[in-house]
């Protein structure tokens, strides 16, 4: 009876053994990490400058392995301020905004900072909120650029047409500053500046009425590459002589100052800004602490 109660107690034995060895080796389910999400609301996708930022943005988001929910403004505060809102509701770690307009961001801004969310502001700068960090090229130093090379051209003589950018926007405002403090105090006189919204079909259709109004006009100084080239259009049509200079350095523009049409232009670096927006955005949330402006190199592109 011993014998045969040993044995009973030697199988449980065994059985416990085999049952603890079967969940020893029994697979556990892992969760994955969820990805960081960002968010990027540029001001229109309708421009190859602000494209080639959103393509640098995304690039260096799927290097990091972060995802990067990307809403189109369409150059209205009003479309700005609700893809805000909507990063905000899809709770979003950070934010990077490329402002429609420096002042009318701020309501946008003022939303991301009540949800606790860091904002980053890209090319252009906001006049109201709490932005931790602003990366863009020095505007008024690639203005100044431009208009020291009209200055050299002409001699320090001649008439100018400035065409603006989209009215209270920094890049528009720190480049008209920088270009009008090149050519003061020289011989270069503006004859003619109008806004034409950083747009190419503006821009031409304002250079039609300046050139009808300005019988004598010897360069023009476009804040952006699309009106630059807008306005190169009109002259050609018109077939006067007329120096241009513009400002991006896209794509249509570095190939028209190639076959001689456009005189030079500022060349900016968009996929490197939205690239350090994403860095210093995934920087931030790791606590590390960044520069309140983080500037892009600049150059002149001539032929």
Known sequence: MKKVLSMMMVLLLLVGMLAGCTNNTAPTET????????????????????VT??????????????????LDSQNDPAKELANVEDLVTKKVAAILINPTDSDAVGSAIKLANEAKIPVITLDRGANAGEVVTHIASDNAAG???????????????????????????????????????????TGIEVVAKQTADFDRTKGLSVME???????????VFAHNDEMALGALKAIEASGREIMVVGFDATDDAVKAVEEGKLAATVAQQPDMIGSLGVEMADKV???????????????????
């Not at 009425?209 to 360069?219: G, S, T, V, W, Y």
């Open 53 to 70: 930022l959103k393509d640098g943005a995304e690039a260096k988001a799927k290097e990091i392995g972060a995802e990067l929910i990307v």
């Open 143 to 185: 203005g100044k650029m431009a208009g020291k090379f009209i200055v050299d051209q002409l001699g320090g003589n001649g008439k100018a047409v400035e065409l603006e950018g989209i009215a209270g926007t920094s890049a528009a405002r720190d480049r008209g500053q920088g270009f009008n403090e090149a050519v003061n105090g």
């Open 209 to 219: 009425n300046i050139l009808q109004a300005q019988p004598e006009i010897n360069a």
């Open 285 to 303: 949330l790791k606590g590390e602490s960044v520069d309140s402006f983080v500037p892009v190199d600049l150059k002149l592109v001539t032929k």
């Open 31 to 50: 969760k994955e990490p969820e990805a960081l999400k960002m968010g990027l609301v540029v001001s229109t996708l309708n421009n190859p400058f602000f």
